[in-house]
């Protein structure tokens, strides 16, 4: 649309023609109220709050639906305008409860800002209010009618939103009530409730106290707590989300998650995990000291000191005496960037062994290695939200990637994108498809033939030969496309729908995996036979960029074994030690305790999981939510992890690492090059000393005025991000100031190219190895049994089930 | 049911089948039934719709739901070509209070409705037309029915109509009790089978109406008006009534009258000569108080001020308006305190509730008044009720919310001497209790 000029309060504003006045206004810096305008729903024009004065127009106007138009001219602020609005909020406080001392929106409250702003505080009513119980909609979701204005932002994120439509109005006039979809006269206990994914959105969008969180309604007030925007640990979308954190006896408690600011990548979004599971984080089961196996088989809490001097110990001997290939390694998820990183290090440098893995979740190495020396051929996460078509192959993004499955509904609601789906399972995206191709079971390989031109394979891929058809000329005729992937696709299968993408000229790549670290944890080199930047081990040449890693490190020239080979290990009776850094391997592969009996097996975990009771020594570890770093997502974007609660007693897992190799006698300074000996350490931004972003660091100009170095500890996880730079392809162009701002940046993979067929083992070999977790809306891995409000959830499904039978039956 | 009536003043056009049994096709056909949508016919496929809208243009007529647009404009804002298929709309949401004009037409004439809908089709280029009616009108809808189905057996609609090679077909529907939905854009909503709540305009129903199609949607007696015009020729019409106000109008003169009922009257007809003459005068020689002249969201009128023309215009001189053409009379026998209460509780009970300031205001305005007809009220009560009535006034999402204002304002202004001798108790025959029993009984 051309751009066309108005004027608003005797200001020139310039915007494009069709442009909503409110948006013009605001991004002018000129405030307009409104209620039931939220940015990308529908338009309600309910609320006026918005109107505005246009002139030769006889009647107020809402800035909320006017679309600009050369030559108009507007006025916001006029008496008549500030009445209007003062008006309606006398209206609207007319039947509020006032109940603001201990409503939860008290302090983030629209219509208190409003009536703060218009000073509409009068009342004129001798009439009593009317009045309603509140109600209990779901463990999460509680409704106060009272105090709903009815602008009906929660109606519409739920249906428009979310696909879900939970929710609408009952009743009219006066007597219009917001209303969850499973009625009382169908409910076991006659209550109305919600049947829903239980987003929490609703309570986002609420501009009042109406909706509230079960997880933190009247549990503190807003001013009380400290908010920091940190990453989820949950899935693999890496969702920004705000932590309501309160001061407590032994630390400091989060209270609150929600989506305070909207500015991370998950923009408006946030789902039901990133909202309230990170409960897990309290709860009484948390191991908080060091444990100690005794003689008597019992695990006992030891000091940090005896702990650690034992697991130091220990390590050298088995190391010295039987060798470092006899000592297994295994990383986590959940572990930020930098102690992954750490973690190879320490294992290849320290340990002297490749026998490293992880928790794969999706087959990142072939990923890397199918794209290896392409350039822009992977997509952001925010790409979901702009890309004209997509693809989605495999997945349930609903379930396990929200954000995802946010982001692609809007894009095809706002700018009509064109998703194009093929799945064994009829899953829920498929509402917002162009086409659906029902896969049969086993099909993503034969599909990933079939669209690369091998008609035979078409009968394998799905029943509907003709669907199949149109669905395969439908995709290559798109001039640009996003090919998603989900992890159901690994191995040959997966390099075959990527070299066929990469027949076509503009397409990107994303492969969803399942944790908030997944990826980082790949891209680090937890992995036994490549090095950080899916390297291949090999023997060292000096003239190969490929074996500088290895050349620092000296570590091993031979690959290493990988999980499950380090459990076949123990089971023969060679595997000397085993250190886990937040995993639960036993239970995720099903380990025979037994196997372990003969291994000195460390851990560090938050809880005394499957793996960790068959340890001999437990350390107390802190989550992504109690320490600082950085993350990538599933699709390669990567974020800062801001510490935000504390929990007296754990460490962080970057701290224990550094204090193993410390016990052990290794040279700290080689492994985290901290300090001013070690060169090419940047300044780093104050981070560890509680500077906050854009910020002054007062200290490092105090210390700098003064000829001293801001110094850095050990255990800053800043130390090693130089590193990690300098030596891991494709996370040596990430901005630094972009990562401590809070903001996102997508890294390209760049896996060397494959010299010869050697590195395509990974392709062949490697599919028992990645394990997708399978997780649903309601579980996250280990986490899930120590998340109360996970658990509230789950037990709230199956009556939810059991009620959508009864439905289906009746029809 | 009511009696038919007649009145030497009326200027009969509309009327003019009433009472001789025309909702048989045969009688209807007979007394020039189907005639005018055969001579728009021939006119030929190209020239028909502009001679269509041309005569309507001519007519004067103005849309008889209560805004008074004029018809023949509003059919020439449909676009010639559409992607999506176009719509006529009769809105037969009949129930603005005192108003019962189209009710009459439903009964006596029903295939002038259809007759209408197919001209405002070939007019517009519309081959679906759909007859809605108020819920509370299920008793006419067997009458209508029958008048569809009867032109469905003589081929008069359905594929080729009168040999035209268009065709036209028609579909009754009944509301489920909403006043709202009289409203255009609402009346939709709820034919598509969603909740009864306006859309926000632009776009206008000519450009995206029901189903996103291109859709005319008019009042009853407007498109029963359409054959008799075409008959009859735009002119003709035109001069029966006075300057940009085409025609006749029915009139329901209801209230304390001695010959209520429905009157077509020529636009612009004395106001004062319509009650005292046409309707016979205010019954037991009472004397008048006040008319609400359009149905019961117009401004009421005092007795003093009943000197005026009835057609749009006239009316809005006076500061009111002719609305639907419901005239309620009062006489001195009324309080306006319990009418004002009266007319505005239908209000609030029929708020739909989606703005804030039609959904409250109309609650409180209900709550004070009551307060105050049941002896609780104070002085600074009426200035809240007018205070609330003004800021409801043009602020609200559609025209309910002025539909409520408008009289509240007009009974505080222009009555406002009876309200405080109301709440100083000199009207007898009310108990008085204080705001502090009133509030404690509601805890």
Redesign the interface.
């Known amino acids: 649309m051309a751009d066309v000029t108005i004027t608003v309060d005797g200001k020139k504003l310039t915007a494009p023609a069709g442009t909503l006045l409110i948006e013009v206004c605001k991004s002018a810096g000129i405030e307009i109220p409104a209620f039931c305008y939220y940015p990308g729903l529908s338009l309600q024009a309910a609320c006026r709050m918005c109107v505005v004065r246009q002139e030769k127009v006889p009647k107020l106007q809402t800035a909320c639906t006017t679309q600009v138009a050369e030559g108009q001219v507007f006025f916001t602020d006029t008496p008549e305008v500030i009445q209007a609005r003062k008006a309606t909020l006398q209206l609207l406080l007319g039947n509020h409860p006032l109940d603001c001392p201990v409503c939860d929106a008290g302090g983030e409250c629209e219509l208190q800002d409003m009536t703060f702003k218009y000073g509409a505080a009068d009342s004129f009513y001798a009439e009593p209010k009317n009045h309603r119980e509140e109600q209990k909609w779901s463990p999460v979701v509680y409704f106060d009618r009272p105090r709903c204005i009815l602008c009906y932002r929660c109606v519409r994120m739920c249906g428009e939103g979310m696909d879900v439509f939970a929710l609408a109005v009952e009743n009219r006039g006066s007597s219009s009530i917001i209303a969850p979809n499973v009625p009382a006269q169908l409910a076991p206990d006659n209550l109305a409730h919600l049947d829903c994914e239980q987003c929490g959105m609703c309570i986002d969008a609420c501009p009042v106290g109406a909706l509230t969180s079960g997880a933190y309604r009247y549990k503190t007030r807003p001013w009380e707590m400290n908010h920091v925007a940190t990453i989820c640990t949950h899935c693999g979308d890496g969702c920004k989300t705000t932590l309501g954190v309160r001061s407590t006896a032994d630390g400091s408690e989060i209270v609150r998650g929600d989506n305070r600011d909207k500015s991370g990548i998950n923009g408006d979004f946030l789902c039901n995990k990133g909202r309230y599971a990170f409960d897990f984080a309290n709860n009484d089961a948390r191991i908080t000291q060091p444990l100690v196996r005794q003689p008597n088989g019992e695990l006992k809490p030891a000091s940090w000191e005896e702990a650690l001097t034992l697991v130091g110990k220990k390590f050298s001997e088995l190391r010295d005496a039987r060798g470092g290939k006899t000592i297994g390694v295994i990383g986590g998820n959940r572990l930020t960037n930098e102690e992954a990183y750490l973690l190879q290090k320490f294992a290849r440098s320290v340990l002297h062994t490749n026998n490293i893995d992880h928790h794969r979740t999706a087959d990142y190495v072939t990923f890397a290695q199918a794209l290896a020396g392409t350039a822009n051929r992977t997509a952001s996460l925010r790409e979901t939200l702009t890309a004209k078509a997509v693809l989605l192959v495999g997945g349930d993004p609903t379930n396990q990637s929200p954000a995802t499955a946010w982001n692609l509904r809007t894009n095809v609601r706002l700018n009509r994108a064109k998703l194009y789906i093929a799945n064994s399972e009829a899953i829920k995206l498929r509402r917002q498809a162009k086409a659906f191709v029902h896969l049969a079971e086993y099909g993503y390989g034969p599909l990933a033939a079939y669209l690369s031109g091998d008609d035979a394979a078409a009968s394998a891929a799905a029943a509907d030969a003709t669907s199949l058809a149109s669905f395969r000329d439908a995709v290559k005729a798109e001039e640009s496309l996003l090919i998603l992937i989900g992890n159901d696709l690994r191995g040959a299968e997966l390099k075959r729908l990527i070299d066929f993408g990469l027949t076509l000229p503009n397409a990107k790549f994303a492969l969803l995996a399942d944790y908030a670290n997944s990826r980082g944890a790949a891209d680090m080199g937890l992995l036994p036979d490549l090095l950080p930047g899916y390297t291949p081990i090999g023997p060292i040449d000096t003239q190969d960029p490929g074996s500088k890693i290895a050349i620092e490190y000296s570590s091993p020239t031979t690959p290493g074994l990988d999980l499950i080979e380090i459990f076949d290990a123990a089971t023969a009776g060679n595997l000397s030690a085993l250190y886990v850094v937040g995993a639960n391997p036993v239970a995720r592969y099903d380990v025979d305790p037994a196997a372990l009996k003969n291994t000195f097996v460390v851990v560090q975990e938050m809880f005394l999981t499957e793996t960790a009771a068959l340890a001999d020594v437990v350390l107390p570890a802190a989550n992504l939510y109690e320490k600082s770093g950085s993350v990538t997502n599933s699709y390669g974007d990567l974020q800062q992890v801001k510490k935000a609660a504390d929990r007296a007693g754990v460490r962080t897992d970057f701290e224990m690492i550094v204090r193993i190799a410390d016990k052990m006698g290794a040279d700290v300074r080689a492994l985290v090059p901290f300090g001013q000996a070690t060169a090419g350490t940047r300044a780093d931004m104050g981070q560890t000393r509680g500077v906050q972003a854009g910020e002054a660091d007062r200290y490092a100009v105090w210390l700098t005025a003064n000829n001293l170095e801001p110094r850095l500890s050990p255990f800053d996880p800043n130390a090693i991000l130089d590193e990690i730079q300098r030596l891991v392809p494709g996370y040596g162009d990430l901005l630094r100031l972009q990562l401590l701002s809070g903001n996102d940046q997508h890294l390209q993979p760049a896996a060397a190219p494959i010299k010869d067929n050697a590195g395509l083992v990974q392709i062949s070999n490697r599919r028992d190895l990645v394990l997708p977790a399978g997780d649903t809306l309601f579980t996250s891995g280990s986490l899930t049994r120590y998340s109360a409000s996970l658990n509230d959830l789950q037990q709230y499904q199956p009556r939810q089930t059991q009620i959508q039978i009864d439905q289906t039956s009746v029809e | 049911m009511p009696r038919l009536v007649s009145h030497p003043d009326e200027a009969i056009v509309l009327k003019r089948r009433f009472g001789q049994g025309a909702a048989s096709i045969d009688k209807y056909v007979e007394l020039e039934g189907y005639a005018a949508v055969q001579k728009a016919i021939a006119q030929g496929p190209d020239a028909m719709p502009n001679w269509i809208i041309d005569t309507m243009k001519a007519s004067g007529l103005r849309g008889r739901g209560g805004a008074g647009f004029p018809t023949g404009l509003k059919w020439s804002f449909v676009p010639k070509t559409s992607a999506k298929p176009k719509y006529v709309l009769v809105n037969g949401d009949e129930s603005e209070p005192g108003t019962c004009k189209d009710h009459l037409i439903f009964r006596e004439d029903p295939h002038t409705i259809i007759e209408g809908a197919m001209i405002a089709g070939l007019a517009i280029g519309a081959k679906m037309g759909f007859i809605y009616l108020r819920g509370e009108y299920r008793y006419l809808l067997q009458i209508m029915e029958h008048a569809v189905a009867e032109a469905y057996e003589r081929g008069y609609l359905g594929k080729n109509i009168f040999g035209s090679g268009l065709d036209f077909d028609i579909v009754t529907q009944t509301g489920a009790g ?1 006043y ?1 939905v009289g409203e255009e854009s609402a009346l939709m909503e709820s034919l598509e089978g969603k ?1 009864g709540v306006p859309r ?1 305009r632009p776009p206008f129903p000519a450009v995206v109406g029901l189903y996103g199609g291109p859709t005319v949607i008019n009042n009853v007696e407007t498109i029963a008006n359409v054959p008799h015009i075409l008959l009859m020729g735009g002119e003709a019409y035109a001069k029966l009534g006075t300057e940009r106000n085409g025609g006749t109008r029915l009139f329901g003169i209801s209230g304390h009258v001695n010959r209520p009922g429905v009157y077509e009257l020529p636009m612009g007809y004395s106001m004062r000569k319509a009650i005292y003459e046409v309707a016979g005068g205010i019954r037991d020689g009472k004397q008048l108080k006040a008319v609400v002249p359009g149905g019961s969201s117009c401004p009421v009128l005092r007795a003093d001020e009943i000197d005026v023309g009835l057609d749009f215009d006239q009316m809005a001189k006076a500061g009111t308006m002719l609305g639907s053409g419901g005239i309620v009379v009062l006489d001195e026998t009324v309080s306006i305190v319990e009418f004002a209460l009266r007319t505005i509780k239908f209000y ?10 039609c ?6 305005i209900k ?2 008044l009551t ?1 105050v007809y049941e002896g ?1 009220g104070q002085k600074k009560d009426i200035d ?1 009720v007018q ?2 009535a003004e ?1 409801m006034m ?4 559609c025209p309910l919310g002025d539909a409520a204002a408008m009289p509240t304002l007009g009974f505080v202004k222009k009555f406002r001497k009876e309200f405080e001798d109301y709440i100083e108790g000199k009207k007898a025959g009310t108990p008085l209790i204080t ?1 502090q029993e ?2 404690g009984a ?2």
């Open positions: 909403a709202e909740r926000i609030q009970h029929e708020s739909c509730g989606w703005c804030i300031p959904r409250e205001g109309t609650d409180w709550k004070t307060r609780g809240n205070y609330l800021n043009g602020r609200t999402f705001v009133l509030v509601g805890h």
